[in-house]
């Protein structure tokens, strides 16, 4: 395997553990409001089993990694990287304040009005990385979709709940 092979890689690895350990924050966070506080909420009769979020999420946060991957290998001083990193970075950090806000402080108003911004951020992540490359901002779709799908679900625990 030659070296340009090789950084590949390890900026592959790097671009995929990157979204994994922020999502594992999140997680731990999460998990401590699991049994006593999540399970006693009104939820609506189409909120998904406990069990189907860590499948999707890491299912989400793998190709979050690729997507950043191809466009991080375009190279730092290529135009538009730069700014499209800086967004990925922010919805990364919004994922992770909506696990904050949700379940560490068990707010899911504030919650809801946070991950407005997220859902927004990972739109515009999303446009910045088609542009740049389709195949890295298709990657982003089904974040779209499931994040959109968590807004409705929070809006609806939360009316549930208020």
Request: with cysteine.
């Amino acid at each position: 395997m030659n070296l340009t092979r090789s950084k590949d890689i390890l900026l592959l690895v790097g671009c995929i553990v990157v979204p994994f350990v922020i999502g594992g924050l999140g997680g731990w966070i999460t998990t401590g409001s699991l049994t006593d506080w999540y399970t006693g909420l009104q939820k609506p009769s189409w909120n998904p089993p406990s069990a189907v979020f860590g499948p999707v999420w890491s299912f989400l946060y793998l190709l979050m990694g690729i997507a950043l991957w191809r466009i991080m290998r375009m190279g730092w001083g290529t135009e538009g990287v730069q700014p499209a990193v800086i967004w990925f970075t922010v919805q990364l950090v919004l994922n992770f304040g909506w696990s904050l806000i949700f379940f560490g402080l068990r707010a899911p108003g504030p919650a809801l009005i946070e991950i407005l911004v997220l859902l927004a951020a990972v739109l515009i992540t999303t446009r910045r990385f088609y542009v740049l490359e389709p195949a890295a901002g298709w990657l982003l779709v089904p974040y779209i979709l499931w994040a959109a799908f968590a807004t409705v679900l929070n809006g609806t625990i939360w009316r549930l709940n208020g």
